[in-house]
């Protein structure tokens, strides 16, 4: 494949060329380059619009990031339609109701050097695959090596991605898991169990999760999912979801980590305001903490007794995760000869 072609990449190729191997690789450098100042990432941007239909709205999410010399720079730009429905019960949203629930996110990566375009690739497959990377990531400073018991707050397609990625990481002897349907439950186990060799207990409960090594909460509910009284001593939790968590989950932790401290920008017409997704976060929310970056240069230290308990926030979608998981889908696809070409002069001026 030539390098004067611009790339593009499906969902299914991106699976195909990105294991998460690849993605915990390509995530650790990120990181390391942000934390040692190569690397740069603008806050998230969120804007809202009236759209026909009376109980949703238009919804445009841009995200920047990446590093240099030598490197990648990019966008990650999700569009899609915001429903203020609720569904599935009390406490849980949805959202991409355009087009029978679809929505359009595309990531495109520029090298720096000569600032031309080099790929575009939807963002669904590296999306579950950056999320669950930042976590095993975060784990590997703030878990214990020896940790066996995996649990698992959710049994959607994000934690389905983190117990598949934690068990390349760890040698696990169990992964718990808990949702509110018995039947996702079921489901969750045969996958989990099929891609890991890992057994798979279904928890009627998720207190029953909590007494594990390694706590993931990975839902879309907008209360808080466990209790810190819950964690016990040596755990390790990690959630993605600002609202699934405790509030005393920072107070019940000795150490808290968070993903990123930007908080991001919000934009909406004035007959939009009210939807809950403009609903403001204290800016220091998370300030008072520590970001991965930290951790990962060695500014902050990760656990150091087997007794502490360690909190992950995988907070805030951060542009260069997903430019660096593109950039690496990018050369994989270069030396396999995958994708589909189009020459980069259409895009030049």
């Known amino acids: 494949m030539n390098r004067t072609d611009l790339v593009v990449l499906t969902n299914e190729q991106v699976s195909d060329l990105l294991s998460p191997a690849d993605a915990f690789g390509a995530l650790e450098q990120a990181y390391r380059d942000l934390g040692s100042g190569r690397a740069v990432n603008r806050p998230r941007s969120w804007a809202h619009v009236s759209q026909s239909e009376p109980d ?3 919804q445009l999410v841009t995200m920047d990031g990446g590093s240099g010399p030598g490197g990648y720079f990019g966008t990650r730009l999700l569009s899609h339609v915001l429903s203020r429905r609720r569904v599935m019960g009390p406490g849980r949203a949805r959202s ?18 000569d600032g031309q375009p080099l790929v575009i690739v939807p963002q669904d497959a590296i999306s579950t695959l950056r999320l669950a990377a930042t976590s095993a990531l975060a784990a590997q400073y703030l878990a214990r090596p020896d940790s066996r018991v995996l649990g698992v707050l959710g049994s959607g397609r994000h934690a389905t991605g983190h117990a598949i990625a934690l068990a390349q990481r760890y040698k696990l002897s169990e992964i718990r898991v808990f949702s509110p349907n018995p039947e996702h439950r079921r489901r969750f186990g045969d996958r989990v169990t099929e891609l890991t060799g890992v057994p798979v207990a279904p928890a009627a409960t998720a207190q029953e999760v ?9 839902t879309n509910a907008s209360a808080p999912v466990f209790e810190a009284q819950w964690i016990k001593s040596g755990t390790c939790a990690i959630s993605i979801n600002l609202h699934e968590y405790p509030s005393d989950m920072a107070t019940r932790a000795h150490i808290v ?12 017409a004035p007959e939009v305001i009210d939807i809950p997704q403009m609903r403001e976060i204290p800016e220091d929310a998370w300030n008072r903490w520590p970001d991965l970056a930290d951790l990962i240069v060695g500014a902050v230290s990760g656990r150091t007794d087997s007794d502490e308990i360690a909190f992950f926030l995988n907070n805030e979608g951060l542009g260069m995760e997903f430019v660096a998981l593109a950039a690496c889908a990018y050369k994989n696809a270069v030396e396999r000869g995958v994708g589909h070409r189009v020459p980069r002069e259409w895009f030049l001026a």
């Open 56 to 58: 949703s709205v238009y």
């Open 96 to 113: 991409g109701d355009g087009q029978g629930g679809r929505f359009s996110g595309l990531i495109i990566a520029f090298d720096v050097e």
């Open 210 to 218: 909590a007494d594990c090594d390694i706590l993931v909460a990975a």
């Open 257 to 268: 980590v968070v993903k990123g401290k930007q908080a991001g920008l919000k934009f909406a």
